[in-house]
């Protein structure tokens, strides 16, 4: 069974741009639940997915979004990008809401300019 | 105010030696995880616990929900086993993570 992918892997851009970043799920996994990393802060949570519905979301302004689609890949999206919102972005997956078992994908960096 | 304490902020072991890495929380719980992060950012789902004490292999996790604190033991430490360890605890609706531990074993 396939793991979790993002992509991009890596991803420059300036202050003030959009970014959009992608994550897989593993097969069969309903609920998709984004992070940021970042040295200062740490790990935090972004928001939550299940079933292309939003159902938890972390302290993060309204910059931050994100989507699911019904074949639960989703996606998130930074607008208006600062140079604070550099940092390595997680996504992760679970059979079932996202206290159960998550699985990890490989992140995607984002370096803002 | 953090929602999750981890202790201590570093380790350094000799290969071979009985590691032990502390999580206090403050909220209300659901499950507790314990996570994983070698250089390069992968994280890996170490354990995931409601109560009581799970074994994998070398790494033995611990929770006592009255006492709101968790145990990450480590047998027979191995240089691969440096990595950050982190502490997780979901209250149901959110995530609240540690700010992790880095473990580096010296062979």
């Known amino acids: 069974k396939a793991g979790v992918t993002q992509t991009p892997r890596y991803l420059i851009k300036t202050r003030g741009q959009q970014v959009t970043l992608s994550c897989s799920p593993i097969s069969g996994h309903r609920s998709v639940s984004w992070y940021q990393q970042t040295p200062g802060q740490g790990l935090q949570f972004l928001f939550e997915?299940?079933?292309?519905?939003?159902?938890n979301k972390g302290n993060f302004p309204g910059r931050f979004s994100g989507r699911q689609f019904s074949n639960s890949r989703s996606e998130m999206n930074v607008s208006t990008l600062e140079l604070g919102d550099s940092a390595l972005y997680l996504c992760a997956s679970s059979s079932r809401i996202s206290r159960h078992e998550q699985f990890f994908g490989p992140g995607t960096r984002l370096t803002v300019l | 105010k953090n929602e999750v304490e981890q202790s201590p902020q570093n380790l350094t072991a000799q290969e071979g030696e009985f590691i032990t890495i502390n999580c206090s929380y403050s909220v209300g719980i659901s499950a507790l995880h314990w996570l994983q992060q070698h250089p390069g950012g992968g994280i890996v789902s170490l354990f995931m616990?409601?109560?009581g004490k799970k074994k994998h292999g070398r790494l033995i996790a611990t929770i006592n929900i009255q006492e709101k604190h968790s145990s990450l033991h480590i047998t027979a430490s191995h240089p691969r086993d440096s990595a950050v360890y982190i502490c997780?605890?979901?209250?149901?609706?959110?995530?609240?993570f540690g700010t992790g531990t880095s473990l580096t074993v010296i062979p």
């Open positions: 997915y299940f079933s292309e519905t939003q159902r």
């Open positions: 997780a605890v979901s209250p149901g609706n959110q995530f609240y």
């Open positions: 616990l409601s109560s």
